[in-house]
Structure formats: C-alpha cells, structure tokens
C-alpha cells in the first residue's frame, strides 16, 4: 500500500499558497515548508512496558524563509487557520521585516537567491503496516515475550526492546516548485546486559526499513543475536595497544564512512573554513579500491527520501571515486556561497530549527574480493564487529570509532579469541589509503541519528562491504 500523503497538509496548502502569493510581491524569494509526521514507540523489558507518540521526528508546523537584497529570514509557526490566513499575514510579515533590520546592519554573508526551477511532485512510498494502523496490543505482547525469554537465559539479567515506526509528510511550496511526500519509516532495536561474577558487559543492535510495523515480526531474531554477543563478550580479554591488519564488518565499515567522510565534507563546513576536505577536492584521499556513495537516493533506508527541506530534489552523489575526493555535499545556501549545486542535503532537526547541511546515506561501494579469502590472507590481526560510536576532527581528519569487539586472525584463521571494547583512531587518508582487499557484499543501517556540534539531531544511515585496511588499537 501507499503511505498517503498528510490530510492535514493538504488541508492548509491552499492557505499557505495565499501567504506565500502575499509575501512573494515583497520578496525576491520565498518558500514554505510544512510538515506532518507522527509515530509510535514501544519499549518493553521483563519488567516494564511504554509506549509513546512522542518520537524524535514527530513533528507539526511550518517554515517561511524569504529573501531579499541577499538576505535571507525565517519564520515558523505551529498554529495556522487556513480559513483565514490573512489574519497571521501581518504578524509574519512584520516578524520578517524585523530580523531584515537587524541583518542589514550587520556584516553577513551574501547570499543568492536559492535555485527555484519548475518542479511538481508527490510521492507517496509504498508501506506495509502504517504506524497509525498497527496493532499496539500485539507489538507489547510479542516485544515483552521475547524480552522475558531472554531475560530468562543463564547471565543475562535485562533484555530490553524498543520499535519505532514514523509516517513523514513534508509539502514544499515556492514560486515554482510545488512539492509533496510522505513515507514511512521503522526501527526495531535491542540491548542485553549479561553478568559473571563480577563483571558486566553489555550489547546492543538494530535493523531498520524504509518500510512499516511488518519489520517487528523480527524481534525474536534480533533478541537472540543480541544476547549470543552480549554472552560472548563475558569472556572478552582486553587488547594490547597498536597498529594491526584489520578487517571491518560492514557496520563497521559503516561507522567509518560516515566519521571519515561526514561532517568533513558538509560544505557549510567549507563556507566557515572548519574542514580538511575542502583542500583534497580532486586529490587521493584512499586507495583505487575506493568509492564512496551519498545522498537520500545511494541506498533505501530510514535517511531516504523524495526532496530534502529545501525543495532540492535527492540525488545519489559519489563523494569519493577510485579513492579520489570529487566532491563534498551541500545544502542550497552553502552551494550559492560555494558557487556549485546543491545536493539535496538541506536538513532541519524539525521545522523550528535552521537548515545545516547534513548526511543521508554514506556507503562504500562492494568490491569483488570473499571474506574467506580476506580473513586467509592476514598473518596477524583482527576482524571489528558491532558499532557503538564515533567522532572525526573536520580540521585535521583524524577519526576515533568505538567498535563492540575484535575476533583474532592468526595465519588467515580465526582463533576464537575475542576481545572488547575496542577503539580504532587513525587519520583518515591513511586508514583508507591502506585499504587493500573489499568484499562483495554491502550492508546498510539505519537504526542511528547524527547531531550536528552536540545538536541538530537528523536521521542518517550508512553502511559498506568488509574492508581490509591497517589501523590502530586500543
């Protein structure tokens, strides 16, 4: 089925036509944003059980952004009668024209009108099971009965589920573009905490679609590989520091592309000269074996959609080829000030927050090689499994990723040796430069979130091959 497009907006579109007519005869630009998203979230343990409507991406209100004389000002709003939207005219209006005093006696970047050719679009993403149509009864029960099964095995001692599913709208409007979408997003994730003795350890994992509730029949699955690692991880020794051949699992691998090549190549970066990358644009930043993927159309996930929050249209974008850096990725500010194209990155947190530009999708291409034949070709080293975090330093490129454990490869077998936490630091172009075999398989995650300086928090995937490379330990 369809994931139909928001009655509510459709509602008020012909109100805000009316505002956005009104202000475009005082402006040189103006577009409105408008969204509707709602889901539900439903967590349960052996002990306790919640449900919630109240999600990160829920969300119900607009955004007026206007420019003139190479200005640019915002306004957003929640309440709205599209009976009557003269009456909030002279408010907006007023508000506009107030922060236009104050930027024009200020020393700001000037600006371009954003690009607005002719574009009509609505999309509605095919769904199983809609948010507002599931059976919330049977997702706490299932959720709940496979967390007391866990809960139940010898060393662990909590088991807790958590799924989520979102239907997103967004109506975009301009002079020239009239834009509609809606789909629907889910998450199922789990986390185990295990004890022996005294020692405690702990694991976690997601799956993710761009899809409906049909995901949570998985629940029993995910519960069981979460518990066998946080068990496994019990016996876990602890790593002698340094520099060794490795192997990453693609979400590992994930993990990397979306430090090593995140917010180093948002090109709102470039504009405040806080990145690294805006100096390697055409230069080797990784071996041939090297390509690298983003945009909300490189992979279908929970990041993926239609057109981003400033009516640019999403694009798949290869940010690194052959291990050369082509490009970074740029909202519709950032690309005027730059004087390329914007690549539908334009994000906000909600629509009471600014635009940034922002990731969506960040994935390393497969490559032809077998991890059978990747894990036989290392003398001494380890394969990373299992994401936990990371961070990137922008400035310098350097990269720390926190990783769950490390399986030991001695000659080019695994010696059932495990080893955890584990934490990889590197400098990027050395990390990827050494990359030498890459698997044929390539996975995707879209469980997690990316804030922007502890802030702004949008939704991101990523994802890869395994990849063979050399890093440091510890």
Not at 126 to 142: N, Q, V, Y
Not at 286 to 313: I, N, Q
Not at 424 to 450: E, K
Request: proline letters at 3%; aromatic letters at 8%.
């Amino acid at each position: 089925m369809k994931a139909s497009f928001s009655e509510y907006l459709a509602s008020v579109k012909g109100g805000l036509q009316y505002l956005l007519d009104r202000l475009l005869e005082e402006y040189d630009y103006v577009s409105i944003l408008s969204t509707d998203a709602h889901g539900i979230r439903i967590t349960a343990s052996e002990r306790v059980c919640s449900v919630s409507s109240d999600t990160l991406t829920s969300e119900r209100g607009t955004v007026i952004r206007v420019f003139r004389d190479h200005l640019c000002s915002e306004y957003a709003f929640d309440a709205f009668d599209p009976a009557h939207p003269e009456e909030m005219l002279d408010e907006i209006r007023n508000a506009l024209a107030a922060q236009m005093s104050v930027l024009a006696g200020m020393a700001v970047y000037e600006t371009g009108v954003p690009d607005d050719e002719p574009d009509t679009m609505l999309f509605e993403a095919e769904c199983g099971i809609m948010p507002e149509d599931a059976d919330t009864g049977r997702i706490i029960a299932d959720l709940k009965e496979q967390a007391v099964r866990i809960s139940q095995q010898e060393e662990v001692i909590e088991c807790r589920l958590q799924a989520e599913s979102n239907h997103i709208s967004k109506l975009f409007l301009s002079r020239n573009r009239d834009l509609s979408q809606s789909y629907v997003y889910s998450e199922l994730k789990c986390l185990v905490v295990t004890a022996k003795g005294e020692q405690n350890r702990m694991a976690y994992a997601g799956r993710s679609s761009r899809g409906g509730c049909e995901l949570f029949a998985e629940c029993g699955d995910l519960a069981d590989e979460v518990a066998a690692a946080a068990v496994e991880l019990l016996s876990a020794e602890r790593i002698e520091p340094g520099e060794y051949t490795i192997i990453t699992s693609p979400e590992v691998s994930g993990l990397i592309a979306h430090e090593a090549f995140g917010h180093g190549v948002e090109m709102d970066m470039f504009v405040k000269k806080r990145a690294l990358g805006a100096d390697y644009i055409n230069c080797r930043v990784g071996s041939d074996l090297v390509t690298m993927h983003e945009g909300a159309l490189a992979a279908m996930s929970p990041a993926s959609y239609a057109f981003d929050d400033e009516g640019t249209p999403a694009q798949d974008v290869i940010e690194i080829e052959n291990g050369i850096l082509r490009t970074g990725i740029a909202d519709a500010l950032s690309a005027k000030r730059l004087g390329v194209r914007p690549t539908g990155n334009g994000k906000r947190q909600n629509f009471e927050h600014k635009v940034y530009t922002r990731m969506t999708n960040t994935v390393f291409d497969p490559g032809k090689d077998t991890l059978e034949d990747m894990v036989a070709s290392v003398d001494y080293g380890f394969y990373l499994e299992g994401m936990e975090s990371g961070m990137e330093d922008p400035k310098h490129w350097g990269i720390q990723c926190i990783v769950r454990s490390a399986r030991e490869i001695r000659d080019g077998k695994f010696t059932g040796r495990l080893f955890a936490p584990v934490i990889l630091t590197g400098y990027v172009p050395d990390l990827l430069g050494n990359i030498s075999m890459v698997s044929a398989d390539q996975q995707v995650f879209g469980t997690g979130f990316c804030g922007k300086g502890y802030k702004e928090w949008v939704k991101v995937a990523d994802g890869g091959p395994c990849l063979k490379t050399v890093g440091r330990l510890g």
